[in-house]
């Protein structure tokens, strides 16, 4: 069924490039090809999206961009992007005026292979699935992902030993400097895009992390 699915969407996609095609308008539209969410697909032991899954099966989705100008292809698996991105790319690559105070930036110095790595080793996620328990924060730092879930537990992986999420390092004695780092990072951007629901939350169980927001300057 999944396999069907694929191939229905990769057909329709077919379908909308050629009408560009046959209308003339194929070399003045840019297309994006993304997703809202991956799938489990059975890693973990789960399927769909899940409630609260912040695995990268999830959160790790396609994102395609052909435009006029650009020529060739390029794939890039190390830069970290986000949905939040894609407003500011379109804008910018269209020559029109930039949305003011964008919590995303543009990805057109990524597409023109032009950007420095170093610039795009973070990113930032919010989860608001449920009230409550199963909100989540989740912050990637290069290999590292930190994911916050109050109510639950700490989370707290090396992706580049460990891709498939299998060894969380939260309660490791020696990995206490990295995730105390990770969890100060995400207040931070917490802080900065005014994320304040924790912040302002009187339940103390959403505020409970190995280190609290007045830490963040520290």
Known sequence: SYWAVLSYIDSEVGRIVDVLKETGQYDNTIIVFTSDHGDMMGGHGLVTKGIGTPYEEVYKIPLIIRAPETSGGREDTATLGSMVDLAPTLLDMC????????????????????????????????????????????????????????????????????PHERNNLADDPAQRGKLVEMTKRMWRKMKEIGDDSLFNSQYATLRTAPVGPEDIEE
């Open 95 to 162: 020559g029109a005026e930039p949305i003011e105070a964008a919590q995303g930036r543009s990805l057109r110095p990524v597409i023109e292979g032009i950007a420095d790595p170093d610039e795009w080793r973070h990113a930032y996620a919010e989860f608001y699935g449920q009230r409550f328990v199963y909100t989540q924060r989740i912050v990637w730092d290069g290999d590292w992902k930190y994911v916050f879930s109050p109510g639950g537990i700490e989370e707290l992986y090396n992706l580049g030993d460990d």
